[in-house]
């Protein structure tokens, strides 16, 4: 029974450690990006419920950005977007919005594309 613990313990270690190296570029920036501006039914044929966000990073240094955004019918619109300067803005949407939304920012665009693909977001 010790052996069964012993070796669950170690497997849950290993688990845990490889997760965190593995996320431990994406979302370690999220700081660099922050919302400036929001803007209901600009985007989607003037749809009332899309969605559009400025989003700027605060950072000196060009990062890539991993945005989703929620939509009313359950579903999560993402993307990634990279080599976007520090103190530049970018604009990001999606129709349907529901309002919610979440933001990583990557050193590098693949760590992104990784992130998303994992499911991290």
């Not at 069964?4 to 997760?19: E, I, K, N, P, R």
């Not at 920036?29 to 400025?54: H, I, M, R, Y």
């Not at 060009?62 to 579903?75: I, Q, V, Y």
Request: aromatic share 8%.
């Amino acid at each position: 029974m010790k052996k069964c613990a012993m070796t669950l313990l170690v497997y849950l270690f290993v688990g845990f450690a490889s997760f965190l190296l593995h996320t431990g570029h994406a979302g370690a920036n999220e700081a660099c990006f922050q919302v400036t501006d929001s803007a209901w039914g600009t985007k989607c044929d003037g749809d009332p419920n899309s969605l559009e966000l400025t989003v700027k990073n605060t950072c000196d240094k060009k990062m890539a950005l991993l945005s989703c955004m929620d939509r009313t019918d359950s579903k999560r619109s993402c993307s990634v977007r990279g080599d976007i300067e520090g103190g530049a803005n970018v604009k990001i949407f999606t129709c349907n919005a529901n309002g919610n939304y979440k933001l990583i920012g990557c050193e590098r665009t693949y760590d992104c594309k990784q992130a998303m693909k994992s499911g991290q977001i």
